[in-house]
């Protein structure tokens, strides 16, 4: 068994590690692994080539970019923040959570790329969580910005992908089925995706209570800022 292929592998942890491109980080592990496994450059640059093309519907979101673009420019941002401000009781938490159940449920259905980070992601929803953090009280810094939006693209990450394998046409779920198949195990896709099921609610349970505890944090992050600013004006 040579093991030397694996190294991509650690060529992706380190240069997440050291946020590097993403784009690059995975073209140099591919690399790697590839020179690991003794493939000539010919070749290797042949596999990377046959890659691309074979998976080039993926960059069809590029598209949808323009039209974002466009309406970001006329205040999409803006209006998503006051029409998300009007709800005085919506909660950051309630917001995600709520998002996070629509994104889990349309990707069950198979409706993977209705929403994702460009389309829905950063015009729409972090900014709306922006405006539901506002309405919990929570003052804005650049700090806690970043959080909110991390995890506004952080809850779209876990619908889409704990949601998508409950999908019976799926492609990872047909590739179990294929799997299973050559060694001589018959599923069907619909058993395998109710498998996933449990997995797909703990995911939703877990996130949840993760959201909540991230409001909480940031709220208690305010209330010892606001303390502080008091006790210095104090005097």
């Known amino acids: 068994m040579n093991y030397w292929p694996l190294t991509g592998i650690a060529v992706v942890i380190v240069g997440f590690a050291l946020k590097r491109n993403p784009?690059?980080?995975?073209?140099?592990?591919?690399v790697t692994s590839g020179l690991a496994a003794g493939m000539g450059i010919g070749d290797l640059l042949a596999l990377i080539g046959?890659?691309?093309v074979s998976n080039r519907a993926l960059l069809l979101f590029v598209l949808t970019l323009p039209a974002i673009g466009l309406l970001e420019r006329y205040g999409l941002r803006e209006r998503a923040q006051a029409w998300i401000a009007s709800f005085r009781k919506l909660s950051l938490a309630r917001l995600l959570i709520a998002y996070l159940g629509a994104r889990q449920l349309l990707s069950m259905l198979g409706m993977i790329d209705?929403?994702?980070h460009a389309q829905t992601v950063r015009p729409l929803v972090a900014p709306m969580s922006e405006a539901a953090a506002r309405n919990d009280g929570i003052a804005l810094d650049d700090n806690a910005r970043e959080r909110v939006h991390a995890l506004a693209a952080a809850t779209d990450n876990v619908g889409r992908f704990f949601g998508e394998d409950v999908f019976l046409a799926f492609g990872a779920v047909l590739l179990i089925q294929g799997f299973y198949a050559r060694n001589g195990i018959e599923l069907d896709p619909l058993s395998i995706a109710l498998w996933a099921l449990p997995t797909a609610i703990a995911a939703f349970v877990i996130h949840a209570v993760r959201i909540l505890w991230v409001q909480?944090?940031?709220e208690r992050t305010r209330a010892k800022t606001s303390g502080g600013e008091a006790t210095d004006a104090a005097p």
């Open 23 to 30: 784009v690059l980080v995975v073209i140099a592990a591919g």
């Open 50 to 52: 046959d890659s691309f």
């Open 216 to 218: 909480r944090d940031l």
């Open 114 to 116: 209705l929403a994702g």
